[in-house]
């Protein structure tokens, strides 16, 4: 998309997975949880609403689809999804696969502990799990 760049912090701590339509779909760097942040390829996006109608739908359809491939390959007790952007003000969505009993639960995820990475065919296998339930 013209114009799109993503935040610094977010290519940080993340790594690339796939382009969806609308999202850029990134692995989050914590092997505790299976984690995916969706960032619509739109520049200048804060807020939801800064997303055109047509693109707010296409992003909840993403956001189901990323939830359904994590319940898929995680067998998670629950899919938490949150847009928050306090520390990152570009617009993304956590979708976040939760077991009973994980290093946080039933807490939230977010500052519980310093993230844990992946090796690098740890995490290059879970991408591409990932892609052959999506």
């Given amino acids: 998309m013209q114009d799109f760049t993503l935040h610094p912090r977010l290519v940080a701590d993340t790594a690339f997975v796939t382009d969806w339509m609308l999202s850029r779909v990134l692995l989050m760097d914590d092997m505790r949880y299976p984690w995916v942040i969706l960032v619509p390829r739109r520049p200048h996006l804060v807020e939801l609403f800064d997303l055109t109608k047509p693109d707010r739908a296409l992003l909840v359809e993403e956001i189901a689809r990323a939830a359904q491939c994590l319940k898929t390959t995680s067998g998670a007790t629950k899919i938490n999804v949150g847009a928050l952007g306090n520390q990152v003000p570009q617009l993304h969505v956590h979708v976040v696969?939760?077991?009973?009993?994980?290093?946080?639960?039933?807490?939230?995820?977010?500052?519980?502990?310093?993230?844990?990475?992946?090796?690098?065919?740890?995490?290059?296998?879970?991408?591409?799990?990932?892609?052959?339930?999506?």
């Fill in 97 to 134: 696969a939760r077991q009973d009993g994980d290093t946080a639960w039933p807490g939230p995820v977010w500052g519980h502990s310093p993230r844990v990475p992946y090796q690098a065919a740890a995490r290059n296998a879970w991408i591409a799990r990932f892609l052959n339930s999506s």
